[in-house]
């Protein structure tokens, strides 16, 4: 060992160095065989006083960025994980986000539709209030008796033949047979027009014999119908009292002898104007 240690003291410190500079160099590229070295490029600052080289480097699943100045001095490290552990990354999020969406369509296919559910309450409704209607009007049905369905059909047929005032027919009905109540709702519901029933019937009267205004309005009051309702039925039947006084005086004088003054207090009594009488007692030659 003393012998070797004689034997460097002898050889220059140069060689020494240069020696172990060599012995280093060689480890670093038998170390850098497993280092896959990728194209680096050269960066320049806006300004272009600043030249930057850009190794990449990548080994295995690791990928490292060393940026070296001009001088050859190391200015920055960034380690950044593969590309390949991104990409599982990004499939593991898509996973994620797929699943999710399938579960918020199975929430939503899960909601109830409110529109369908009021549309069906709404139907339920409507069946429900047309029942009820359908129920109360087959019970207001059911509610008339026979001997009202009876008398409604005789008040019908009684006004096919002549005119009746509404108490006149009720009357006619008692006069049947039929009791008041049945009778009542027999002519309320036979759909008489109680204003053309006067009509009619004053028609009815002045075709059998004459009548002044007045006389025939009492004639209608006296077979029941009311005030207004003989009136109407006065207004409306088309009389002429002038001919109606003719007709009266022609009446009386068949029966017996009149004096031209006696015959006009005659007419006057039967409720013709003055005017009407005198018409009246002329036109029969008095």
Known sequence: MRVIYE??????????VFLIAATILTINIASSDNVKHLPSRDETDADGDINVTVDLEQEDNLETTTITDNDGNQEDTYN????????????????????SSNTNDSIYNQVPNESSSNSNNTSAN??????????????S???????????????????DVMAFSRAGLIEQLEYE??????????????????????????KTY??????????????????????SQAT????????????????KAKEYLDIMAFSHDELVEQLKYEGFTQSQAEYGVSQNGL
């Open 232 to 247: 109407y039925g006065v207004d409306n039947c088309g009389a002429d009292w002038n001919y109606q006084a003719i007709k």
């Open 80 to 99: 950044e994980t593969s590309s390949n552990a991104n990409n599982n990354i990004s499939n593991n999020t898509d996973s994620v986000n797929h699943n």
């Open 141 to 159: 049905q059911n509610s008339i008796t026979v001997s009202q369905q009876q008398a409604q059909r005789k008040a019908k047929e009684y006004l």
């Open 126 to 139: 409507n069946n429900t209030t047309n029942s009820g209607s359908t129920s109360n009007h087959g019970s």
């Open 177 to 202: 047979g039929f009791s008041e109540t049945d009778a009542t709702y027999g002519v309320d519901n036979c759909g008489a027009d109680w204003n053309y029933q006067a009509v009619k019937q004053a």
């Open 206 to 227: 002045l075709n059998t014999m004459a009548f002044s205004y007045s006389s025939l309005k009492e004639q209608l009051e006296y077979e029941k119908f009311t005030s």
């Open 7 to 16: 034997k460097l003291e002898k050889v220059p410190k140069w060689l020494i």
